[in-house]
């Protein structure tokens, strides 16, 4: 029974589920949705990594072409 409520609590904490729409769920769609929000979770939690790794070595450089415009209070003209 202790699973159960561990799916309602990740359902609830990491996917907004509210305790109703998870209890009311068919256990194996209730299931499915668990899975794939683990998944989920870990290909954001990859693509983070990633990122901090330096986009694969994909980085940009800013140069005279390329860095932004401002405008305004504060900016140069």
């Known amino acids: 029974m202790e699973s ?3 799916i309602f609590f990740f359902m609830k904490y990491s996917g907004g589920w509210s305790f109703a729409e998870a209890y009311s769920l068919p256990v194996g769609l209730r299931q499915w949705f668990s899975e794939r929000l683990a998944k989920q979770l870990q290909a954001e ?3 983070i990594e990633n990122a901090k790794k330096g986009n694969n ?5 800013l140069s005279a072409f390329n860095q932004p415009s401002f405008s305004g209070p504060g900016g140069p003209t």
């Open 45 to 47: 939690r990859e693509a």
């Open 4 to 6: 159960v409520y561990e």
């Open 57 to 61: 070595g994909k980085t940009q450089t």
